[in-house]
């Protein structure tokens, strides 16, 4: 037994839990490549004055959560806690805002690292799936993005979760409601982190789960209250849209989120089945993302749904997903010559499209048909010397348990006629 297991915090995907996963990762892709998204990938690490920049200097996850490195060259790296920052220094740094086509619309699939305390529904290592559109305002783009997000997830079947809906405001009405906030924070019986928090960003004191400090958040100012005209207008614009697409929301005006980068339109999905990990997803506008990080302005929106939490909100609901078989037709030989034709056949089936195993490991009848069960393959071909002498195969149905005799040359082209 290996003495060596996965690091805290941390899991292993495997067969067949691992299909569930990569369905959820397809369901959520789907609608994002039907819209002109195209995908992207980033390095698994970035600078970390990218992250400092980008996502908030006195946000957790830049000063508690980041794992960081130093290279033998001097640099100092850290694992990406998100991907929006990279996504946007990668579109930055190919020029791709300079086309002349925006906004770029782009998704990407893949995994995030924190240094969180593991529970049920939050890990140190855990997949995301996300989409960015950058280079433009235009409340149609916010709500585009929402309701793609909530087509994959009612494409999957969930139905139990909720969109909240808020507006952070902009940078001419933004900072009278920070000033407004710090003046009710400093009023408050607060620990001096919490404090210090409240000097730098105010807002993120609001997302602040503690009840010692939501108890006394109540008859806190609310943003929507100090929004400025155009910054009602384009959220009232967003909120319209989604009605008349026919996605329900709720209005949370503490909505805030946990990243100090976003602006006006911000959103969360949660599914009450889930505990204190409601959130399955979120996102929001950032136009001002671009400048933090050295670029020009760049008005972009964007959001990323958790593969993992999405997957257990799938189990809260009791959702079985429809999965088809890895394998759809499963080779049995008795015998060498028998293990060459077949072979041979599995090859060829493969190379028209049809998934299809082979019994390796010289097990006998009995051992080769217990893996063809587990296998979940609909078909079986078993063959001995016999068989072979006869020009012929045993094709067994593993559903009806039909079992019929059939040229070893017609094996590919009967096998296309009965499943296609």
């Not at 990668?90 to 086509?101: D, P, R, W, Y």
């Not at 969180?116 to 149609?140: C, L, M, N, T, W």
């Not at 697409?245 to 339109?265: H, I, M, N, Q």
């Not at 969360?268 to 950032?286: N, T």
């Amino acid at each position: 037994m290996s003495t060596f297991k996965a690091p805290k915090g941390t899991y292993d995907l495997l067969p067949p839990d691992s299909a569930r996963f990569l369905a959820v990762r397809e369901a959520i892709a789907a609608p994002l490549r039907s819209s002109g998204y195209g995908y992207i990938e980033t390095p698994g690490f970035e600078n970390v004055e990218l992250f400092a920049r980008g996502v908030g200097e006195s946000t957790d996850i830049v000063t508690k959560e980041m794992y960081v490195f130093e290279t033998k060259g001097g640099d100092k790296l850290a694992l990406r806690p998100e991907t929006t920052a990279p996504v946007l220094r990668a579109v930055l740094e190919a020029n791709l805002h300079k086309t002349g086509n925006l906004p770029v619309k782009v998704w990407y699939s893949g995994s995030q690292y924190r240094y969180e305390r593991p529970q049920k529904g939050r890990y140190r290592h855990f997949s995301q799936v996300g989409a960015e559109a950058i280079g433009a305002e235009d409340p149609a783009l916010d709500a585009e993005l929402i309701i793609l997000a909530d087509q994959a997830y009612r494409t999957l079947g969930l139905r139990d979760f909720r969109i909240l809906l808020n507006s952070l405001g902009d940078k001419e009405c933004r900072p009278v409601y920070r000033a407004a906030l710090q003046d009710f924070l400093r009023g408050l019986d607060l620990d001096e982190d919490t404090l210090r928090r409240a000097e730098i960003n105010p807002l993120r004191v609001l997302d602040d789960k503690r009840e010692s400090v939501q108890k006394q958040l109540t008859g806190a100012p609310l943003l929507r209250d100090y929004l400025c005209d155009a910054c009602k207008a384009y959220h009232e614009e967003v909120r319209e849209l989604m009605t008349e697409a026919g996605v329900s929301f709720e209005d949370d005006p503490k909505l805030v989120r946990g990243l100090d980068y976003y602006t006006r339109t911000t959103f969360e999905f949660v599914h009450d089945g889930l505990g204190s990990q409601s959130a399955v997803g979120g996102g929001g506008r950032y136009d001002g993302l671009s400048e933090m990080i050295g670029g020009p302005a760049l008005p972009s929106v964007g959001w990323a749904l958790g593969v993992d939490r999405t997957v257990l909100a799938l189990e809260a609901e009791g959702v079985e997903l429809d999965i088809p078989s890895a394998t759809s037709v499963y080779a049995v030989p008795l015998g060498e010559e028998a293990r060459r034709v077949l072979f041979g056949k599995v090859n060829d089936l493969r190379k028209v499209g049809i998934a299809a195993d082979f019994a390796y490991g010289g097990k006998g009848l009995k051992g080769a048909m217990k893996n063809a069960n587990r296998s979940g393959a609909r078909y079986t071909i078993v063959a001995g010397e016999r068989d072979l002498a006869e020009g012929v195969v045993q094709l067994k149905d593993m559903e009806s348990g039909e079992q019929t005799a059939i040229g070893v040359n017609e094996i590919v082209a009967e096998l296309e006629s009965r499943l296609g």
